[in-house]
Nanobody
């Protein structure tokens, strides 16, 4: 069974940067798409950015121009470079991979943007 493990979260000041990583462990699969999602306290989980095996990317409007997704779903790795962080970016960030219509989620990593 494949598992996704996120890392790189932490506390950062407004305007700072963080880089999140997501790697797979366990069984080997070929994800068709991977992405980052986030959930702030008392809010619904939302898509942040996704990337396909053809390197096609998609971003939420609130992060476009500040965040960059990279990696290779076929190799089960995805990264999220987050620049110019704002307090409203505070959330638990989850990695997700999709294979044959099945979603695989990581357990999340907390990002806190505060002075």
């Amino acid at each position: 069974q494949v598992q996704l493990v996120e890392s790189g979260g932490g506390l950062v000041q407004p305007g700072g940067s963080l880089r999140l990583s997501c790697v797979a462990s366990g069984s080997t699969v070929t994800f068709s798409v991977m992405g980052w999602y986030r959930q702030a306290p008392e809010k619904l989980r939302e898509m942040v950015a996704t990337i396909t095996t053809r390197s096609s990317t998609n971003y939420a409007g609130s992060v476009k121009g500040r965040f960059t997704i990279s990696g290779d779903p076929a190799k089960n790795t995805v990264y999220l470079q987050m620049n110019s962080l704002k307090p409203e970016d505070t959330a638990v960030y989850y990695c997700k991979g999709q294979v044959y219509g099945v979603d695989v989620w990581g357990k999340g990593t907390l990002v806190t943007v505060s002075s």
